[in-house]
Structures are given as C-alpha cells and as structure tokens.
C-alpha cells in the first residue's frame, strides 16, 4: 500500500491539482495524479495483490479510502471493481462503511457505486432494500449513492419499479448533488424504458426540481423534451 501512495506523491503534479480541485465546490484532497496514470499505476499494482484472499484486499482498499485522497480513493474504487465478483452478501456491510464514512465527492461517489456497488446489487438483487434506506438518509453522498448505484442496471433495462421507488424518496429533495444523482439515474433507464420514465417525468414535472428534470430528459427526443419542461 504504501509503494502505490509513494508512487501517487511522486507523479502529483501542481497544475494538475489545481486543475482538479476546480471540479469541486465542496473541499477536495487531491495529489495533482492524471487519470490515466493513476489508473495505469492501479493497474500495475493490482498485479502484486491479486492473489491475497478477497478480504485481504478489501482491508487494502480500506486504507486508501481512509487516507482522504482521491486518487487512493480511485486505487480502492478500481481493485474492489475487479475483485466484486468475489463478493459475498455479508460484504455489503463494507461498502455500506466506505459509502457513509469515507465517500465525500461525487468522483468517488460515482466511481464506487456505478461498478462495485453496482455489481453487487447485481449478484445480490434482495439488497434493493438497502439502496431505498440508502436514499433516506441525511447524508448527501449515501443519498447519491442510492440512485447511483443502479446507473449500470438501469441502462440494460434492469430494476425499473426498485428505480421509480428510489426516484420517490429523493424526489424532492433540495441538495443539487443529490437531484443530479436521481436525474442521472432516470435518464439511464430511459434508454430502455423511456416511455414509462417520460410518463414518470410529466406526472411528477410539477414538484419536480429543473435539475433532476433535465438530467432525466437528456437523451429523449425534442419533442418529449418539450412537454416535459413545458408548465
């Protein structure tokens, strides 16, 4: 662990940084590492902890997550990517943790919970629960992480009722992060379902907050976007 977080300060770069951080309107820690090398450096380094016992790399994750920085917080995002196959459901007890204690943007919100989150609620369909509780929390970023999660299934046409349930809960919620998450997930599965989330769209476009609105109709046709935004 401590060979990749040397590795990550010794490629950080100040404009890089800076360039980073202007993502973000909430406070960020960040080396200043490209994506594509620190995906490349994670990568690399996954290659010397493949064959530790799952729970081994899990801890491993852990300690980048706990570290703050975002770059580790891709390092763990990425190998627990590669390693959700191995999961099993006593592990959602883990990303629970990572969501709730250590997710504090919507890089790593995103990154973690489009592919390791959502994969395990593709293995494990009964914990669609968990993501509804999920969305009834007061932190932002686990409310994010609700819709988030599902952005892969709902592309494939998966989950379209456990969607609109989670699209209720958050429905008016006031935080941008949040609204953006939701929005996000209703345009994902309005590329198989989009008549039934254009029909969701209208009869909720009244309480509706513009942002969750317009994420939802990015990819309907101009004539759908128009009764949907119309008052």
Same mark, same amino acid.
């Given at each position: 662990m401590e @060979?990749?977080? #040397?590795?990550?300060?010794?490629? +950080?770069?100040e404009k890089t940084?800076?360039?980073?951080?202007?993502?973000?309107?909430?406070?960020? @820690?960040?080396?200043?590492? +490209?994506?594509?090398?620190? #995906?490349?450096?994670?990568?690399?380094?996954?290659?010397?902890?493949?064959?530790?016992?799952?729970?081994e790399i899990l801890a491993l994750c852990e300690e980048f997550w706990k570290s703050g920085y975002m770059e580790e917080s891709f390092v763990a995002c990425h190998w627990s990517d590669l390693i959700h196959e191995k999961l099993v459901r006593e592990d959602f007890a883990t990303l629970e943790r990572w969501v709730s204690l250590y997710v504090s943007n919507w890089a790593?919100?995103?990154t973690l919970c489009n592919h390791t989150v959502g994969g395990f609620i593709d293995m494990y369909p009964e914990y669609l629960g968990e993501l509804k509780r999920w969305a009834k929390s007061s932190n932002r970023w686990v409310k994010r992480a609700s +819709?988030?999660?599902?952005?892969?299934p709902a592309r494939n046409g998966r989950y379209l009722g456990d969607i609109f349930?989670? +699209? =209720?809960?958050?429905?008016? =919620?006031?935080? =941008?992060?949040?609204?953006?998450?939701?929005g996000?997930?209703?345009k994902a599965a309005s590329q198989a379902?989009? #008549?039934?989330?254009?029909?969701?769209?209208?009869?909720? @476009?009244?309480?509706?907050p513009r942002t969750a609105l317009?994420?939802?109709?990015?990819?309907m046709p101009r004539e759908l976007k128009v009764i949907a935004m119309s008052k």
């Open positions: @060979k990749v977080r #040397q590795t990550l300060i010794g490629a +950080a770069d940084r800076l360039s980073g951080e202007r993502f973000f309107k909430e406070e960020v @820690k960040i080396y200043g590492v +490209a994506s594509a090398s620190a #995906q490349k450096f994670s990568r690399d380094f996954f290659k010397e902890v493949k064959d530790l016992p799952k729970d790593s919100c995103d +819709a988030v999660s599902l952005i892969i349930e989670i +699209a =209720d809960i958050l429905l008016l =919620d006031k935080d =941008d992060m949040v609204q953006k998450g939701y996000w997930m209703l379902h989009q #008549q039934e989330v254009f029909e969701y769209v209208v009869r909720n @476009k009244g309480v509706m317009r994420y939802a109709i990015e990819k």
